[in-house]
């Protein structure tokens, strides 16, 4: 059926003189008016409301970036309720001298971008419970509310890139945070098998070709997976920072919890389409629920799937990963190993860390020697011993430094801290 856009008939039309017909009604149509009028007056232009089916309203996180950033694209119109707030606080620490930011508020206050034709007002409802919000969208048309929207994908897109958007799954939903790449790692310090590693930058580099033709060439579905396991501790989160610091798409990260659900699934997966092509990677693959995976897997070569996603999995326990994520293309096409480090990685590591500094050329040669049963993770911890026993005598003995790790290593492995009458750990 042909979509029709003209004005139709309408069939309970509001009458200021016969409120309370129908509970609630007179109040919400008063404000859409009060909005519309406002707009009219400030514009000149006749806007009306629309109503979103769509999940990822990422406009009101770019809204709320404008205002907090001064962005002079957007104008405040008018406050909304005259007893509530139209101003807020925040304290910045993204910022070298973090400080705290006073700006507008994106709820109870109609803003606007006049120049695309669009405004936004998240309107609070009183409740017995509290003060809930409704977002309303306005626009003058239909070309110019499309435009806009395409306009937030490619903006979203383009912050993304200087960003990691972290969801986790908790009890009441998905849970979304923008953190920025304040120390992204180079391909240079990522300590790592170098087929491997020269294996997974190639499959990253080629899906960001910015012609794509070897897929388009070899009639391949653009879109690719690699999954990464292996004992924890050796450099799995690395190779992600390293990877959202170097590719040129957005990169989202996704820990999969108790919580995980089909509704969550799609949530994610449409977050990553729009910020196409772009990494998801997804921390803990095998604690999805048993529940979920048949779905999960649906999803993932399914008729929904979407396009330009490289996929990465990390898992410390590959034995419960589900056969059917393996091996079949659109799933995990390749599944690498991030193994314990052998001594020439050792060396490469503590001499990239700048062991050096603390026990000289040689004393580096003897930790990679000593520490045959480290992770990388405990290497690290090894330099913090080493600078801080150096910061303290202006020496670092290594060969003490290493065995005092690895009886405490040990202690854990066998839990005798917990039979060690002598040992106390609590508070008194």
Same mark, same amino acid.
């Given at each position: 059926?042909?979509?029709?856009?003209?004005?139709?008939?309408?069939?309970?039309?509001?009458?200021?003189g016969?409120?309370?017909?129908?509970?609630?009604?007179?109040?919400?149509?008063?404000?859409?008016d009060?909005?519309l009028?406002?707009?009219?007056?400030?514009?000149?232009?006749?806007?009306?409301?629309?109503a979103?089916?769509?999940?990822n309203?990422?406009?009101?996180?770019?809204?709320?970036?404008?205002?907090?950033?001064?962005n002079?694209?957007?104008?405040? $119109?008018? /406050?909304?309720?005259? #007893?509530?707030? =139209?101003?807020? +606080?925040?304290y &910045?620490?993204?910022?070298e001298?973090?400080?705290?930011?006073?700006?507008?508020?994106?709820?109870?206050?109609?803003?606007a971008?006049?120049s695309?034709g669009?405004?936004?007002?998240?309107?609070?409802?009183?409740?017995?419970?509290?003060?809930?919000?409704?977002?309303?969208v306005?626009?003058?048309?239909?070309?110019?509310?499309?435009?806009?929207?395409?306009?937030?994908?490619?903006?979203?897109?383009?912050?993304?890139?200087n960003?990691?958007?972290?969801?986790?799954?908790?009890?009441?939903?998905?849970?979304?945070?923008?953190?920025?790449?304040?120390?992204?790692?180079?391909?240079?310090?990522?300590?790592?098998?170098?087929? $491997?590693? /020269?294996?997974?930058? #190639?499959s990253? =580099?080629?899906? +960001?070709?910015? &012609?794509?033709?070897?897929?388009v060439?070899?009639?391949?579905?653009?879109?690719?997976?690699?999954?990464?396991?292996?004992?924890?501790?050796?450099?799995?989160?690395?190779?992600?920072?390293?990877?959202?610091?170097?590719?040129?798409?957005?990169?989202?990260?996704?820990?999969i919890?108790?919580?995980?659900s089909?509704?969550?699934?799609?949530?994610?997966?449409?977050?990553?389409?729009?910020?196409a092509?772009?990494?998801?990677?997804?921390?803990?693959?095998?604690?999805?629920?048993?529940?979920?995976?048949?779905?999960?897997?649906?999803?993932l070569?399914?008729?929904?799937?979407?396009?330009?996603?490289?996929?990465?999995?990390?898992?410390?326990?590959?034995?419960?990963?589900?056969?059917?994520?393996m091996?079949?293309a659109?799933?995990?096409?390749?599944?690498?190993?991030?193994?314990?480090?052998?001594?020439?990685?050792?060396?490469?590591?503590?001499?990239?860390?700048?062991?050096?500094?603390?026990?000289?050329?040689?004393?580096?040669?003897?930790?990679?020697?000593?520490?045959?049963d480290?992770?990388?993770t405990?290497?690290?911890?090894?330099y913090?011993?080493?600078?801080?026993?150096?910061?303290?005598?202006?020496?670092?003995?290594?060969?003490?430094?290493?065995?005092?790790?690895?009886?405490?290593?040990?202690k854990?492995?066998?839990?005798?801290?917990?039979r060690?009458?002598?040992?106390?750990?609590?508070?008194?």
């Amino acid at each position: 059926m042909k979509q029709e856009y003209e004005k139709q008939a309408v069939v309970f039309p509001y009458d200021a003189g016969a409120s309370g017909l129908i509970k609630g009604y007179d109040v919400y149509a008063r404000l859409v008016d009060g909005i519309l009028e406002a707009l009219y007056t400030r514009y000149n232009v006749r806007y009306e409301l629309y109503a979103s089916d769509d999940p990822n309203s990422e406009y009101w996180k770019l809204l709320q970036d404008d205002v907090q950033s001064g962005n002079p694209e957007v104008e405040h $119109v008018a /406050r909304i309720f005259d #007893r509530l707030e =139209d101003r807020t +606080f925040v304290y &910045d620490d993204d910022k070298e001298q973090p400080e705290y930011n006073i700006h507008l508020s994106i709820r109870n206050n109609v803003l606007a971008y006049p120049s695309m034709g669009v405004a936004l007002a998240r309107v609070p409802v009183f409740q017995e419970n509290g003060i809930n919000f409704q977002d309303f969208v306005f626009a003058a048309s239909d070309a110019q509310l499309q435009a806009f929207l395409g306009n937030v994908r490619k903006r979203q897109r383009e912050q993304n890139i200087n960003k990691v958007t972290v969801f986790t799954d908790r009890r009441n939903g998905v849970c979304r945070e923008d953190e920025p790449i304040t120390r992204a790692a180079s391909r240079e310090e990522v300590v790592l098998d170098a087929a $491997v590693k /020269r294996e997974i930058y #190639r499959s990253l =580099d080629q899906f +960001f070709d910015a &012609d794509r033709s070897f897929y388009v060439k070899y009639d391949i579905p653009y879109k690719r997976g690699i999954l990464l396991y292996g004992h924890p501790g050796n450099g799995k989160t690395t190779l992600v920072k390293s990877i959202a610091g170097s590719v040129p798409g957005p990169v989202v990260y996704w820990q999969i919890t108790e919580y995980t659900s089909s509704e969550s699934v799609n949530e994610v997966f449409e977050a990553a389409a729009r910020l196409a092509p772009m990494v998801l990677v997804i921390e803990d693959i095998d604690s999805m629920p048993q529940e979920v995976r048949s779905f999960f897997l649906n999803t993932l070569d399914g008729a929904t799937s979407k396009e330009g996603i490289f996929l990465i999995g990390t898992t410390n326990y590959p034995d419960k990963i589900d056969p059917g994520l393996m091996n079949r293309a659109g799933r995990f096409d390749r599944a690498y190993e991030i193994k314990m480090p052998n001594e020439a990685l050792r060396l490469e590591f503590l001499r990239l860390r700048g062991f050096s500094a603390f026990a000289g050329e040689e004393g580096v040669g003897l930790a990679a020697r000593l520490t045959g049963d480290f992770s990388l993770t405990q290497l690290g911890e090894l330099y913090v011993s080493a600078a801080l026993e150096w910061h303290e005598n202006g020496t670092a003995d290594v060969e003490q430094l290493v065995r005092g790790m690895r009886g405490e290593l040990d202690k854990g492995r066998k839990r005798e801290w917990l039979r060690d009458a002598s040992s106390t750990i609590g508070f008194y």
